[in-house]
């Protein structure tokens, strides 16, 4: 079944071809497929072009189809172009010509546009309670292991005292500006495009207001051309997003592999969370730090990747379009299994609390000295040279301890005022607005009267 289909079969090869894995990626897409339908026909109940009998008798087996998707039951028979079409065929099979009545007023377009936008809702929450506990558990460590010097680097040489919570603490507050863009991809994805049609509006008297409360959008992609033009924008937006957190995660999980050597020895896992060699008996390598970084690296790629799909279309639609989904759906399901292990490993991580015993961490200490000197009122410039004539004549002796005070410093982490700046990107959102819409349309006893009551 084609929604589009004047009783002409097409070539064989030019269907399997113009088809490809949408069947496959419009899985992803079938719980918020039901949703958008219902808020649909009960807009087009409100302007007349269904009766009341009919939205009911549509919403209840809408409601079958939308326990069979969440159940695991429902799949896209072979024939069948896309989730779409099985939801409408699915429909006519059960109500006769009620069921081909759900299409009125829109098109493939738009319906695929909002589908899109309530899938790209849904993950963006996922991710975003996913960063959330990959933040505390870092606020954890940081705490933990706030007052254990290790070694800074710059250029990969020794330069400065660093902490195991300073450590700890960058990549927490790194988040926080990692859901800075993921808000903006949420606000950009949160706008209704439902009623835009085929990108050029409808003759038919839709009341886009009202499915833009159904639905719980914050607000309406308002221009229906822009609605359309917004496919592919959006979906890189939402890219950028995702691979901030990845970039985030694929430089902790390189720290944490160099920091896993034993030219570092800074930290450790337990045995049970590494893998061995088939002929090396002592090694025990960070496996999982390794594939993070490398599906993250992936997932980096993807605005790009989008951009050269998108770059230079005029507006309307085009079928170039379908692949974005094969690019950007099943990123998710990387990243967000990339959260769930980050968060485990790091939940493991052990330090080593001895490491500045080693004599080759003595020089990281001259910069204190130089200060010190400083605040004895030697000018800066002539302690700088002083102590890189003790370090060069082999005499430099330093007082292993450190005393940052600042704002951010080892001394004084700010935790609480990093935690404080996360909280305040996550109140943010509006993700309880858009699950209560959604759950309220999917309710047995879901309200007739139009509006969310």
Not at 73 to 94: A, C, N, P, W, Y
Not at 137 to 151: A, F, I, K, N
Not at 163 to 180: I, K, V
Not at 185 to 200: I, R
Request: proline share 3%; hydrophobic share 40%; glycine share 6%.
């Amino acid at each position: 079944m084609k929604l589009w289909s004047k009783g002409v079969e097409v070539n064989e090869a030019v269907e399997q071809f113009t088809v490809g894995r949408d069947r496959e990626m419009d899985m992803y897409l079938a719980r918020f497929d039901v949703p958008a339908t219902v808020a649909h026909i009960r807009m087009l109940t409100s302007v007349g072009l269904l009766t009341t009998d009919e939205l009911s008798v549509l919403e209840k087996e809408l409601r079958n189809i939308y326990r069979q998707i969440l159940s695991g039951g429902f799949h896209i028979e072979e024939g069948v172009e896309d989730v779409h079409s099985q939801v409408e065929l699915m429909l006519t099979r059960k109500l006769g010509d009620v069921g081909k009545k759900v299409h009125s007023g829109r098109s493939r377009n738009d319906q695929v546009l909002v589908d899109i936008k309530l899938f790209l809702r849904h993950e963006i929450e996922a991710v975003t309670a996913g960063v959330r506990l990959l933040f505390d558990s870092l606020v954890e460590q940081s705490e933990r292991y706030r007052d254990v010097l290790m070694p800074g680097y710059t250029h990969l040489q020794i330069a400065m005292p660093s902490s195991f919570g300073l450590w700890f603490g960058a990549y927490a507050e790194s988040l926080t500006d990692d859901l800075r863009l993921m808000l903006a991809a949420w606000q950009v994805a949160n706008q209704n495009p439902l009623g835009s049609a085929a990108g050029y509006g409808s003759s038919f008297p839709l009341n886009r207001t009202m499915t833009t409360h159904l639905l719980g959008f914050d607000d309406l992609n308002y221009n229906v051309a822009y609605a359309q033009m917004g496919r592919g924008k959006t979906e890189k937006i939402v890219a950028f997003a995702i691979s901030s957190v990845a970039a985030t995660l694929s430089r902790f999980s390189m720290d944490a592999c160099l920091y896993m050597s034993q030219n570092f020895g800074f930290i450790s896992l337990p045995e049970e969370l590494t893998t061995g060699s088939s002929i090396m008996p002592h090694k025990k390598n960070p496996d999982v730090f390794e594939l993070i970084r490398a599906k993250c690296n992936k997932i980096q790629a993807l605005p790009n990747d989008i951009t050269l799909l998108a770059n230079n279309l005029p507006s309307g639609y085009f079928r170039d379009m379908q692949i974005l989904k094969e690019m950007l759906f099943p990123a998710f399901d990387d990243l967000k299994n990339c959260i769930d292990m980050i968060v485990f490993m790091v939940k493991n991580i052990e330090v080593n609390r001895n490491i500045l015993d080693e004599e080759c961490y003595h020089h990281m200490f001259s910069v204190e000295a130089v200060n010190c000197l400083t605040l004895q009122g030697v000018p800066f410039r002539d302690a700088y040279k002083q102590v890189g004539r003790a370090i060069r004549d082999g005499v430099f002796q330093a007082e292993r301890k450190v005393e940052h005070t600042h704002e951010g410093s080892i001394g004084n982490l700010c935790n609480e005022q990093i935690s404080a700046k996360m909280q305040k990107v996550l109140n943010e959102f509006t993700f309880e607005q858009a699950d209560k819409a959604i759950a309220a349309l999917m309710a047995d006893d879901a309200s007739r009267c139009g509006e969310p009551c």
